[in-house]
Each structure stands twice: as structure tokens, then as C-alpha cells.
């Protein structure tokens, strides 16, 4: 779904739109996020906690794409131009979690996009932005941790080029989260 909300008007704009169901917290396996040692991610947040918990969460995404089923996610999709992300991948000569080093985190709050409940993040198709919505993305790592590190690959896939609908945001995490587990 366009960031946003009309297609017309913010066509490049993409988000991740999280399912209503609630999960107790602590619901998911939550070793991914342990395991990698953190990187040197591009954030630009002023809140700390916020901050923080962009890196738990970018440090469990980077440990699921270490997995070769989990890479396996860049054959999975194509650019607009019908290349696979694979190829656009290898062209930054970076692996798939160095690649999360080459992306720039924005604080989106003061972004009204932001302001839409189920936000988690939005990148522009091609951009390497990724706009953090604070409140839904921390709220979410806390209660769906494996959700929130798929959501960061996600957004990761269209920062090397893949566009949406179709297929659909949910579609993208949800194979992500298949291709990524545990």
C-alpha cells in the first residue's frame, strides 16, 4: 500500500501495515536479535530508547540474513526493471546484512504518514531512507520481535528496488518471515 495513503499522490511511497491480531509479549522466539553483534547502522534519531531499539531489531535482522534460506529472499522478488534484487544487491558489493549498514534510518514522527496506526516503517522504491515511525515500530518490537525484524527486511527489499501491490505488503513480510525463520 502506498506510504501515505493515495496511490495518486505518493506512489513511491511504501509501508508496512501490521495484522490487528495482538500477541502476548515475549510470543516469539526472539534469538535472531540476540545473536548478531550490532553494526554500524545509519541512525538518525534523536530518542535513544528509540535509537536503541532500531539496533536490537537491525542486529536480529542481520543475523536472519546470514542464513542462506534467509538470503534466499533476494531471488525471490524483482525491481521494476525485472531484475532480480540479488543482482542489484551485488552491485553495492555488500552481503545482505552488510547491506543494512548502506541504509539511512530517519525518525518519521514528525511525518503525518507516521501519524496512520500500523506504521512500522516506509521506504521510498530505490531509496536507501527508511522512515522509522517511532511509536508502532518500538511497540512492536517488544511484543512481535521476529514481525518487526521481517518488517526491517522488508523495507530493506525496496530500498534495492521492489515495488508493491503486487505483490502486497503483507505478502513481502509474510515471506520474509517464512524465508527467515529460526
Not at 536472519?64 to 532480480?84: N, Q, S, T, Y
Request: proline share 7%; charged share 25%.
Amino acid at each position: 500500500m502506498p506510504f501515505g495513503g493515495s496511490p495518486r499522490l505518493t506512489a513511491p511511497f511504501l509501508s508496512i501495515f501490521l495484522l490487528t491480531a495482538a500477541r502476548p509479549a515475549g510470543a516469539e522466539d526472539a534469538t535472531a536479535r540476540t545473536t548478531a553483534p550490532t553494526q554500524a547502522y545509519a541512525i538518525h534519531i534523536a530518542s535513544e530508547s528509540t535509537a536503541r531499539t532500531l539496533r536490537e531489531v537491525l542486529d536480529g535482522a542481520a543475523a536472519r540474513l546470514k542464513a542462506p534460506e534467509c538470503r534466499g529472499i533476494l531471488d525471490d522478488f524483482r525491481d521494476g526493471a525485472g531484475h532480480p534484487l540479488r543482482a542489484r544487491l551485488e552491485a553495492t558489493g555488500e552481503s545482505p546484512e552488510g547491506y543494512l549498514d548502506l541504509i539511512v534510518f530517519y525518525d518519521g514522527a514528525g511525518n503525518v504518514r507516521c501519524h496512520r496506526k500500523g506504521i512500522l516503517a516506509a521506504a521510498a522504491v530505490g531509496s536507501r531512507a527508511v522512515y522509522i515511525c517511532p511509536e508502532e515500530f518500538v511497540t512492536m518490537a517488544h511484543r512481535r520481535p521476529r514481525w518487526t525484524e521481517a518488517t526491517l527486511i522488508h523495507e530493506a527489499l525496496h530500498t534495492l528496488g521492489l515495488g508493491e501491490n503486487p505483490p502486497s505488503s503483507t505478502e513481502i513480510t509474510e515471506r520474509v518471515i517464512r524465508r527467515c525463520q529460526p
